[in-house]
Each structure stands twice: as C-alpha cells, then as structure tokens.
C-alpha cells in the first residue's frame, strides 16, 4: 500500500513539475508527513477500533449472533474480501456503528487556518490552531435515533441495505480528513470478518456482558479500559 501511495505521489509530483508548477503540494516534506501519517496514525486508531468492534460484540450478543448469520450465509467459512462488502450490510453498518461510538478520536488531529476567515460570525485569524469536535457531531441527537447506543440500525435502511449518513465521521471532513480511510476501513472490514467467521467472543468465565465496562482510557485516542474476553472457536 505504501509503495503504492508514493509511487501515485512521485508520478503527480512530475506532470506538475513537468507542467511548470513549481509550488505545489506535492514535495518531498509533504510526501513524508504523509507516509507517517500513514502509519502512526494509521496502526494504533485502527487496532483499537478492532478492539472496541470485539467488545461490543461480547457484550451484545444478539448482534454478533446477526453479524455471523450474515457472515455464514454469504461468504461461509472462507475469508473475506474487500468486494464482499457490498454483500454484508449487517457487517459493514456493525463497523460503521463501532467508530461511531467508540469514537477514538474525539477531537480529529489540529488544524491551523491558511488564511483569515469568518465563520458563522466569528472571526478567524490566519494561523489559528482549530480542533474539531467530532463528539459534538457522531452523539449529536438531531443527528441519531439513539446517540449514547450501541445501535447497527443506524446504517441500515427499512429493506436492511447499508446507508452511509452525513454525520458519521470519524475520520474528520473536508480536505484534509483523514488519508488514510479508504484503507482503514478496508483493515477493518477484513480484520473483523475474519476474526467473526471463526470465533464467538464472550466475556471470560464469571463475568457477566452487563459488567464488561465500555469506559474509555482517555488519552490521545480513547481506548477501551483494561478487560479480557474468550475467543471460541466456530468450526
């Protein structure tokens, strides 16, 4: 992927070059914040997404029985691939649902303003460090039926079919969201149907789903707090 990802930036770096433009974003600094980003911002959100989607699942059961009926009925025991997607809904809402609660990243990474500009009446300097709260949009109950809960059906039409909503995002918005979505979300997808098709996560001997504790870590990202699950075989 990375090789890739440079190598689609080194090509676009040489037609605008090529071209004249001399001043563009496309140079060797802005080529290099991008792979790290790629990668230190890329490895622990995504992991722990992971984390989050396999406790929830623990913890409802009644949705991961729903996410591996789908799994068995369209795919079976094999492993997923990234074209499957539009074949599982369930799946993909269930995805979709995890990032929008859990919501890793609650305050999106610092922007800084290129230019002053006037925003719904205020006023902001050039050079201004903005945060974007996306706790303020992924809870907003304008936005979602149910906010503060763990709830798939906000992905999913009246038929059961996926339904991408405005206000799910967790990767931030505008141009400089996220880079690396496209490929965390195929991560995901992969990574979680694999570990579906072949386990039933529950919590350990002794513990109960309603004792499973979703309170967050909170540090740069919000990670779940320190718990153990068992992972039970399937086939």
């Known amino acids: 992927m990375c090789r890739c990802f440079v190598d689609a930036f080194l090509t676009r770096k040489l037609s605008l070059e090529e071209a004249g433009d001399k001043d563009s974003h496309y140079n060797d600094e802005n080529l290099a914040y991008s792979v790290i980003n790629l990668f230190a911002a890329g490895t622990d959100t995504t992991a722990n997404t992971l984390q989050w989607s396999l406790l929830f699942m623990a913890k409802y059961p009644q949705f991961q029985d729903k996410v591996q009926e789908e799994l068995s009925r369209v795919i079976g025991s094999r492993q997923a691939r990234a074209e499957d997607r539009k074949n599982l809904p369930y799946t993909d809402a ?3 649902e995890t990032q929008r609660l859990a919501n890793i990243v609650p305050m999106a990474v610092l922007h800084r303003t290129s230019q002053d500009v ?11 460090c903005v945060l974007p709260l996306l706790t303020s949009v992924l809870y907003d109950e304008s936005e979602w039926e149910t906010p503060h809960t763990f709830n798939p059906s906000h992905f999913l039409d009246k038929e059961g079919e996926f339904i991408r ?8 918005a505008g141009r400089r969201m996220c880079p690396g979505e496209s490929l965390a979300r195929m991560e995901l997808f992969l990574f979680f149907t694999f570990l579906l098709v072949r386990f039933r996560f529950t919590p350990p001997p002794g513990v109960t789903e309603d004792e499973l504790d979703l309170t967050p870590v909170v540090g740069f990202i919000l990670t779940p707090s320190p718990h153990e699950l068992c992972a039970v075989s399937r086939q």
């Open 165 to 172: 909503r405005d206000a799910s995002m967790p990767f931030s």
């Open 118 to 128: 006037t925003f719904q009446g205020y006023f902001i300097k050039e050079g201004t």
């Open 94 to 96: 269930v995805i979709h």
